[in-house]
């Protein structure tokens, strides 16, 4: 099958410039334009990559404690009819798992040291049908809370701030004190600590204790559960199986989930990642329209090819056609080189950064700034296939000018000094 001069002759300016006839190589402008527009595929790629991965990591970790539905009373309190609530709750098809808990707010000392905490009062039966606490010793642990006995599990973060182990004791002060002539005095209770879990996600480590339901019942001197944790087949069904509990269940209740109580964070989340995807799209903007001047030169280089072209019976829009073709060269080579740079940096990135911690003996993800401390990837189809189109239309678009400037020479005018 014959090739359309116009191709042929446009792939030929491409890999040859005047200088680079005889080597060979590709044209340093052309190499240039290239290597910009894969530079900012590639940015773009590991930078969204990794911030997805960021989100799906610190989401898992997080509903690994966290429950994909909560339910509380209206009023703040203690649930109304908690078997009755459990049991319409399970009868949703997507809900797998369903347990009461208790959810209040302590202070938890040893010796001089205090922290506050979010205690949480479970059922160690029922637990794990709606969390997946990491670490190996966490099941054991919760299997040895047992009511009376006053155990309590906290994060290993908040282990090691109060410098305990397993088997120390704890005092665990309630805000909402007794009455006296004094005043208010809080109430104090010392527990034992049976053991630690690790959720991998700093703010829970350092900040959650756990216990038994009745133990916390006594301690905060409630009636019962101040709510029922659910766990679904889908977690990313849980906003509309929210509202259709919210509108079955029975009496005064107020229905939330994962979404909605972490929504600042994944709010925040989705807003840098659209910002970074427009200032890193401008990035592959200005190395697409580098190919405005990489045109510009090879049209004014080639101003005497063209008249022969042209003089040979070729229209203006034959030679609008080469250096399009030239600079949508330009553009795919650039952007798959970019899409296959990025996609091996995402797909290797827990070895890279690894690698350049030790190398630089530094730390990029402290976990207590950034809830983890492994840097994730999650390449997705849905952001590369965005980036891949915006980055050709660019570089086409870019061709336009210089390649309409070429089919407006006059031959008679580039012959005349030649």
Known sequence: MRIPYELALGWRYTRAGRAARRNGFISFISGVSMLGIALGVAALIIVLSVMNGFQKEVRDRMLGVVSHIEIHGAGGGVLPDVERTLREARSHPQVVGAAPFISAQALVARGEDMRGALVRGIEPALEPQVTDLGGAAAPRALARLVPGAFGVVPGIELARALGVREGDAVTLIAPSGQVTPAGVVPRLKQMTVVGTFDSGHYEYDSALVLLHREDAARIFRLEGPTGVRLKLKDLHQAREVAAELAQTLTGPVVVRDWTRQNRTWFAAVQLEKRMMFIILTLIVAVAAFNLVSTLVMTVTDKRADIAILRTLGASPRSIMGIFVVQGAAVGVIGTLAGLLLGL???????????????????????????????????????????????????????????????SRVNPAEALRYE
């Open 344 to 406: 091996g940096v995402a797909l290797n990135i827990d070895v890279i950064v690894p690698a350049l911690e030790r190398a630089l003996g530094a730390s990029f993800l402290p976990r207590d700034i950034y809830l983890i401390s492994r840097m994730p990837s999650d390449p997705q189809g849905d952001d590369i296939l965005p980036i891949a189109l915006i980055s050709l239309v660019l570089a086409f678009l870019a061709t336009l000018y210089p390649s309409w400037r070429a």
